[in-house]
T-cell receptor
Framework: KAGVTQTPRYLIKTRGQQVTLSCSPI?????VSWYQQTPGQGLQFLFE???????NKGNFPGRFSGRQFSNSRSEMNVSTLELGDSALYLC???????????????FGEGSRLTVL | AQSVTQLGSHVSVSEGALVLLRCNYS??????LFWYVQYPNQGLQLLLK??????LVKGINGFEAEFKKSETSFHLTKPSAHMSDAAEYFC????????????FGDGTTLTVKP
């Protein structure tokens, strides 16, 4: 079974630009969550999508948004990039409410964003 | 609200020595607890999980953790450290398996000295 796939793995943007990151979950997983990881703030929850609906949201400004498609693939978008948005963005999938679920998350390798 | 505290952001041990990484949690309901490991430039992968079946949980790579309700702890141990164990370790908690959000600790970086 293929794992969680995130693209692109690395990208460099300049302040004020916007960026879109993509995440393909494990086949059959209907929940996709996003986390921002920085050396200073650790792992911070951005949002979670389940069956195309945002179910949970972290404490991030409105510049951070996401969506989920009918095939469970998800994208997150950051508009008007700031230097502080430089981070590793991690996507994780899971299968809440389905047989065998024990709540664990399956992570992709992340998209490392550098804002100059 | 649930929370996780990992004591010690950096732990250094010698190869062959005991590894002990500490995690304390706060939860209003019986929690589900997890340890994840992250190697450089990679995502997180599950080491082990506590889901109320047994208080002593064995995971991959020789790691284990014991759930102690009275101490609200879920410390991670390994009897003998290996160089390949050098990584960052995260403790996480959820309050039900259908929750779409895990709460993570700040992480502990494990260094293994030869």
């Amino acid at each position: 079974k293929a794992g969680v796939t995130q693209t692109p793995r690395y990208l460099i943007k300049t302040r004020g630009q916007q960026v879109t990151l993509s995440c393909s979950p494990i086949s059959g997983h209907r929940s996709v969550s996003w986390y921002q990881q920085t050396p200073g703030q650790g792992l911070q929850f951005l949002f979670e999508y389940f069956s195309e609906t945002q179910r949970n949201k972290g404490n991030f400004p409105g510049r951070f948004s996401g969506r989920q498609f009918s095939n469970s693939r998800s994208e997150m978008n950051v508009s008007t990039l700031e230097l502080g948005d430089s981070a590793l963005y991690l996507c994780a999938s899971s299968f809440p409410g389905q047989a065998g679920n024990t709540g664990e998350l399956f992570f992709g390798e992340g998209s490392r964003l550098t804002v100059l | 609200a649930q929370s996780v505290t990992q004591l010690g952001s950096h732990v250094s041990v010698s190869e062959g020595a005991l590894v002990l990484l500490r995690c304390n949690y706060s939860s209003s309901v019986p929690p589900y607890l997890f340890w994840y490991v992250q190697y450089p430039n990679q995502g997180l992968q599950l080491l082990l999980k506590y889901t109320s079946a047994a208080t002593l949980v064995k995971g991959i790579n020789g790691f284990e953790a014991e759930f102690k309700k009275s101490e609200t702890s879920f410390h991670l141990t390994k009897p003998s450290a290996h160089m390949s164990d050098a990584a960052e370790y995260f403790c996480a908690v959820i309050e039900n398996t259908n929750a779409g959000k895990s709460t993570f600790g700040d992480g502990t970086t494990l260094t293994v000295k030869p």
